[in-house]
């Protein structure tokens, strides 16, 4: 088996040893779920003229229960793994494993994301059906393109966090950088609310930006707000922005390792 | 000796450390200051020798490792490890060797065992029935079956080393680095790492660079020892020969059968007395034979004990 797959499988395993934590996540997250729906459907009805064209409130509704599901999927409000490892100095043993740093923190994380995906994004998606009602891709090919865009968001989101977590090669501690990483996170990638009820100009900006298709990307074209062309551009920006921060990633991880080897730990 | 397996020549490592600023300045203005943790260090280590490499802390031993597994890149010199530059070809350098640090676990912390080293075996590419063959020789000789199915967080200290060792030569590597490897182990267990070491030496002729602040471990080991000192070679050959050459002097103890006012003897001074006990030192230009005759000559004795210089001792002497 290859090496990648096997990390993979084995962090998969894993997640599902921590019942008590999973089940308290998923707990949270369904009840967050239900207030934020809860305060989307009260702005609804209070003023349903204020909605944008097009964007009705099974939409929303849908946008706000899928952010609330994707949450273990992209874990962007805290992953600690690598700065931890960064600060306690465990990185010096996986530089003396003959496998690339970043594939062997990626496969970990893919088996950590396929556990949540279904330890709390299936099970919080099943739990809103029954008490919402909720949309889903029109077609199969609109299913597809979702498919595809919510792999990416995982990319996105992995590439992002190795990001910040090794700018602990420069400060003794990269508590701080994760921090201001999970708040930028929180607000640019359209996690607290759908990007459609922006204002036109701000959305414009965040749908170009790599944060965007780490949730509002694949939560717009699950719920169709995205569709056909308009969908696949944005999953085409997602794609553009795996490429350039994966790259980044390495450049970045490259030169921390040089001040490592030059300047020891 | 025929093609080494590691090759230093002249390595140097400095390192820029911040000084504190002194007085009132502003905060993000910092004096750098240079220090060489490694000083122009040449040594060669041929196929299957077990070498200990000792020093006081902060001598350079931990740099120097680091260096040989690529961990840090060297300021100046050449080093070569089985042919290879060890950061210029981490991976392929990495994948030759094993490393085992005291006090640092290398497996998952939350899988058992066995499944970390399913894992490794996967990452090293081990061909399975080399991995199944290994796993056995290893569960043996280690007693891994006392724990293999416990996750690396529920091991003791000496359980942990013991996987970690297992862990470091599943993938057959020709070197192995050892640092402290029995550090805060009991007696039993340091005994158990030292067989599994020396078997793996002699069975499988593993190279093993081993450095320990325990000289039983360099004692049971070790040939030969390397000492630095302030980054630089103290000393470099038989381990024999060490306390020889910078062991001092040593001592004779003599118990009289009778209660003497004065006792003296040529060729050794007199380092203590209690009631009939006395202790002479001696250094190596006489024998202990020689001190003895003129010692009877004079006196009656009753008992007599020649003490060596340990290495402890030749070592306090020597930082």
Request: some cysteine; overall charge positive.
């Amino acid at each position: 088996m290859n090496a990648y797959l096997a990390l993979a499988r084995a962090s998969l395993a894993r997640q599902f040893r921590y019942r008590g934590a999973n089940l308290a996540g998923l707990i949270t997250n369904f009840f967050f779920g239900v207030i934020r729906v809860s305060v989307m459907v009260a702005l609804y009805n209070a003023n349903p003229a204020a909605a944008p064209a097009g964007y009705d409130l099974a939409k929303a509704v849908t946008y706000l229960a899928c952010a609330q599901a994707i949450i273990g999927w992209v874990a962007l409000w805290g992953w600690w793994d690598l700065v931890r490892a960064l600060k306690g100095g465990e990185v010096v043993a996986d530089l003396q494993r003959p496998i690339d740093f970043f594939g062997l923190w990626a496969a970990q994380d893919f088996g950590r994301a396929i556990a949540q995906l279904f330890l709390r994004a299936i099970p919080i998606m099943l739990a809103f059906a029954l008490v919402y009602p909720l949309v889903g891709p029109a077609d199969i090919g609109q299913l597809l393109i979702f498919i595809l865009s919510f792999a990416l968001a995982w990319f996105l989101s992995f590439t992002w966090r190795f990001l910040f977590s090794i700018l602990g090669f420069w400060v003794t501690d990269g508590t701080g950088f994760a921090r201001l990483a999970i708040f930028s996170a929180t607000f640019f990638t359209g996690f607290l609310m759908p990007l459609s009820l922006f204002p036109d100009a701000l959305a414009g900006v965040l749908r170009w930006l790599p944060f965007a298709g780490m949730v509002a990307t694949p939560l717009d074209v699950f719920s169709n707000a995205l569709r056909g062309p308009e969908a696949l551009v944005a999953v085409a920006v997602q794609a553009f922005w795996a490429l350039a921060l994966y790259a980044l990633a390495q450049a970045t991880f490259t030169a921390g390792v040089r001040r490592l080897t030059t300047q020891g730990g | 000796m025929t093609q080494p397996i590691i090759a230093l020549e002249n390595l140097t490592k400095t390192f820029r450390v911040a000084l504190k600023p002194e007085g009132r300045s502003l905060p993000w203005a910092r004096t750098w200051k240079t220090v060489t943790a490694v000083d122009a260090i040449s040594l060669a280590i041929g196929r299957g020798e077990v070498v200990g490499y000792l020093g006081p802390n902060g001598a350079g031993k931990s740099t120097t490792i680091k260096m040989m597994t690529g961990i840090l890149t060297p300021t100046a010199g050449t080093l070569r490890v089985a042919g290879r530059v060890p950061w210029r070809e981490r991976r392929q350098h990495v994948a030759g060797i094993g490393v085992v640090f005291g006090q640092r676990n290398t497996l998952w912390w939350d899988l058992p065992v066995q499944e970390s080293l399913d894992l490794l075996r996967h990452v090293y590419r081990v061909p399975p029935a080399r991995f199944a063959e290994n796993l056995t020789r290893f569960r043996a000789l280690l007693d891994l079956d006392e724990f293999r199915f416990k996750p690396a967080r529920d091991l003791s200290l000496g359980q942990l080393m013991r996987a970690n060792l297992a862990a470091a030569l599943m993938h057959d590597p020709g070197l192995l680095f050892l640092d402290e490897p029995t550090i805060g182990l009991d007696v039993v267990a340091k005994d158990r790492i030292r067989a599994f070491i020396r078997e793996i030496n002699r069975e499988r002729g593993v190279t093993v660079l081993l450095t320990t602040h325990d000289l039983s471990d360099i004692e049971q080991l070790c040939e030969r020892v390397i000492v630095i000192d302030h980054g630089r070679t103290r000393y470099d050959g038989a381990l024999s020969e060490l306390v020889e050459r910078y062991g001092g002097d040593r001592a004779l103890q003599v118990d009289f059968a009778d209660d003497y006012a004065e006792v003296a003897v040529e060729g050794a001074t007199l380092e203590s007395r209690e009631g009939r006990r006395a202790v002479f030192r001696f250094g190596r230009g006489v024998t202990a034979a020689a001190l003895i005759g003129r010692l009877s000559e004079r006196y009656t004795l009753a008992d007599l004990t020649v003490r060596e210089p340990d290495i402890e001792d030749t070592l306090r002497r020597m930082y």
